[in-house]
Each structure stands twice: as structure tokens, then as C-alpha cells.
């Protein structure tokens, strides 16, 4: 190769990643040091197929960059967010210690600029997640333009405490830790994607808006005003967490799906008791509990189970023999207004006759609307690297593609 087009080649590098969303079913709610981002409890969270949910980064760096760039969702945001900043420069200290500080010639200088875009396939901060999908992202995306190889879910989570759970797939605890460094507190792969094959997952998307009290600033609240919330994180927590996990283990639907309806209400049980109090959920989200409850209720057991995060969308957890079925009952309580073809997303969804008594005892007045529409997915697998140039997010020229 000619000298000139290797530096050509050199001139600029690229990798674009891919990361999912994550769903606690044992919660998260509170931070015991802010800066290091350290949980005054562990948790545990199903990874969400990138088919239907996923984040799409790609890190660029050359020499001819003047300053670090960062785009999200095809406009210009702020690279130096403290968290943005706290990845990079976790990243670039573990790229100069793996190479013993010594610049290596093949390798990418860490003095270079960079330029980052991402795009999410979802709305952002309508509580999907997208800070966990967007974080992981992030860092997975910068690892791989460095050549990291190692654990990257403590460099995630100095970026958004639920993104180190969406470093792996499938059922992921993040490990509370001890230690004031936060070496310990780090993300585990509880079982992989496939170990739970007849799982599904439904979103039931009431709104797409930004939530009245982010979660960063929520948590603190909590944490520094509700004493329900030390006794979660001290007695209740614990117990639950080795409870879930061996109900994972067993694929025990029945468990499963009743602790995680149990934690998602004590979560916001602690946002009410955080003073002032804190409603994410809404009249619409109350109204998906009840009739879920009415739904197991007529069934005699748990066919479904909701889990609510930082915002009133309902995530429902169900086997796949339950989804046509409970679908059809969304779609008779929650009449769509319009979008009649574009109700139910992702997974296909076969239909389904209710029962009379289904119909009576389950259905109660439809609120029309209510619910924009339904997403159906299933547990997934952590970042994927995307090797196809043409899905790079940035151009030859390190600036954002026009995306048509």
C-alpha cells in the first residue's frame, strides 16, 4: 500500500454500535454517591430485543478534527455533558493503560478528536429507557474505535446506572457494590436471551412525552426525604432479588410475573412517600393495572404482569400463548382513535375472539385513545457491532449523513 493512501485510510476511523433497551423488573431508585453513579440498592432488568428498541452510535476520530462533536438524533447536542465527559474519559484511560502508556504506531491516538452521532428508533425520555439503550451505546461504540476488550459496564454506568445493565442480553443484575471506588458495582448476566424462549414483552406506549420529574433529579429526592425508600433498599430489595433470580432460573411465570408487578408498585409507593410526592403513573396506567389484575383474576392466574419505570407507559410481561389474547383485551378497553392498522407494533400478533365471560368479567368502560399503541417484543441480546459501512451514522466527512 502506497504511504499516502494509508494515511488516507488512517485519516479517519469509524465504528458504529448498536445497544438495547433494558426493563427492571427489580427497580432502581437511588443513588448512594451521584458523581460515580453507585446504587444504594441492586437490581435486576430484562434486556429488550434491538429489533424493536434499540440505540444506534457511531464514534468517529481523526486527526483533522478541531473539537468533539456529538449529534442525537440528527441535531447538534451538547458534548460536554458531564456524562457524555465521564465516558470518554473512563474509555480513554483504560485505552492508555491497556497500551502500558507507551503510544503504539497501529494504534488510534488518544489525542484525537471525536465525533459521536446517535439515533434512537423510539421516542427519547418518554420513559423507554433511552438513556440506559443510549449510554450503552455509547461506550460500546467508543470501546470498539479504541480496541477495548474488557468490562465496560462500570464505564457504562458512569453514564446512566441502568446502561450497565444494557451491556449484556437477557437477564442482567446490576451488582450494588461495596467499595466507595464503585469497582464492584458493575452488571452480571443472570441467563442468557434464549434461556426463556416463550417470554414476550408488551409496551403499551399511553404517551410519548418527557416526564414531569426526570428520574436523576427523582431519585435524590427520594433518597434524601423517604424512609420507605432506606427500608426497600436495606430489607425488601435483597430478599426480592434472590427470589427473582431463582424464579428466572426455573422460568416460574407465575413468580416472575407477581414480584415484578410487587416491586414495580413499591417503587412508586417510594415516589409517593419522596416528599414532595412524585406521581409518574397516570389515570391511564392505573387503569392498566386493574385490568390486568381482573385479567389474571378471570384466568385464576398470573398470564400477565406489568412493571411501570420512571413514567406512566405500562410494560407488560407475558408468555407468548397469552399475547393474542390480552391484546385484543388492550384493544377493547382502549379503543385506538385512528391509527387502527399502526395500533400494535413489532412482533407479529395473531388474533384473537374473547369469551362472553372474558367480556364480562374482564371489560370495563373503554377509554378511547388512551393508549397510542402497542409494542411487542421479547428479551434480546446486548450491543451488537455493525460491521455494514453504509449504516455508519457519519459520513467519509465525520459529519452526519443526511438521513432521507
Not at 416460574?252 to 414495580?264: I, K, P, T, V
Request: charged residues 20%; contains cysteine; hydrophobic residues 40%.
Amino acid at each position: 500500500v502506497r504511504p499516502a493512501a494509508m494515511a488516507a485510510e488512517r485519516a479517519l476511523a469509524m465504528a458504529t454500535c448498536t445497544a438495547p433497551v433494558n426493563i427492571a423488573v427489580i427497580k432502581y431508585w437511588g443513588k448512594r454517591d451521584t458523581d460515580l453513579i453507585l446504587p444504594i440498592n441492586s437490581s435486576l432488568s430484562v434486556t429488550l430485543h434491538q429489533d424493536q428498541l434499540k440505540t444506534t452510535t457511531t464514534a468517529a476520530a481523526s486527526r483533522d478534527f478541531t473539537e468533539d462533536r456529538l449529534w442525537l438524533n440528527g441535531k447538534e447536542a451538547d458534548v460536554g455533558h458531564p456524562r457524555v465527559q465521564a465516558c470518554l474519559r473512563e474509555v480513554r484511560r483504560l485505552a492508555r493503560k491497556r497500551r502500558g502508556g507507551g503510544e503504539d504506531a497501529a494504534a488510534l491516538s488518544l489525542s484525537y478528536k471525536i465525533h459521536i452521532a446517535s439515533e434512537n428508533n423510539f421516542p427519547t425520555a418518554a420513559g423507554l429507557a433511552s438513556s440506559a439503550a443510549g449510554y450503552a451505546c455509547l461506550v460500546s461504540a467508543l470501546a470498539r474505535l479504541y480496541g477495548l476488550e474488557e468490562e465496560l459496564s462500570e464505564v457504562a454506568r458512569r453514564g446512566s446506572g441502568s446502561a450497565c445493565r444494557s451491556m449484556f442480553g437477557g437477564f442482567v443484575q446490576w451488582q450494588r457494590g461495596e467499595r466507595p471506588d464503585g469497582t464492584d458495582s458493575l452488571a452480571l448476566q443472570v441467563a442468557p436471551e434464549t434461556h426463556w424462549p416463550e417470554l414476550r414483552v408488551l409496551v403499551l406506549v399511553v404517551s410519548g412525552e418527557k416526564k414531569p420529574v426526570g428520574s436523576t433529579a427523582g431519585m435524590q429526592t427520594s433518597v434524601e426525604t423517604s424512609p420507605l425508600l432506606k427500608h426497600r433498599a436495606e430489607v425488601v430489595v435483597p430478599e426480592r432479588l434472590a427470589q427473582m433470580m431463582q424464579h428466572i432460573r426455573d422460568r416460574d411465570f407465575e413468580g416472575f410475573g407477581q414480584l415484578a408487578m410487587r416491586d414495580s408498585n413499591q417503587f412508586h409507593a417510594t415516589c409517593l412517600d419522596t416528599f414532595p410526592p412524585i406521581f409518574y403513573l397516570t389515570d391511564v396506567s392505573r387503569h392498566i393495572i386493574a385490568l390486568a389484575h381482573r385479567y389474571n383474576a378471570h384466568h385464576g392466574h398470573t398470564k400477565v404482569a406489568y412493571s411501570f419505570d420512571a413514567g406512566p407507559n405500562a410494560v407488560i410481561f407475558a408468555l407468548a400463548d397469552t399475547v393474542a389474547e390480552f391484546v385484543e383485551v388492550v384493544r377493547r378497553s382502549f379503543p385506538p382513535a385512528t391509527n387502527g392498522d399502526q395500533f400494535v407494533r413489532g412482533l407479529p400478533v395473531g388474533s384473537a375472539v374473547l369469551p362472553p365471560e372474558l367480556e364480562a368479567a374482564v371489560l370495563s368502560q373503554p377509554v378511547p385513545g388512551a393508549v397510542q399503541y402497542i409494542l411487542h417484543t421479547k428479551p434480546g441480546p446486548g450491543p451488537q457491532l455493525v460491521d455494514d459501512p453504509s449504516q455508519h451514522l457519519l459520513g467519509p466527512d465525520g459529519l452526519p449523513r443526511s438521513r432521507a
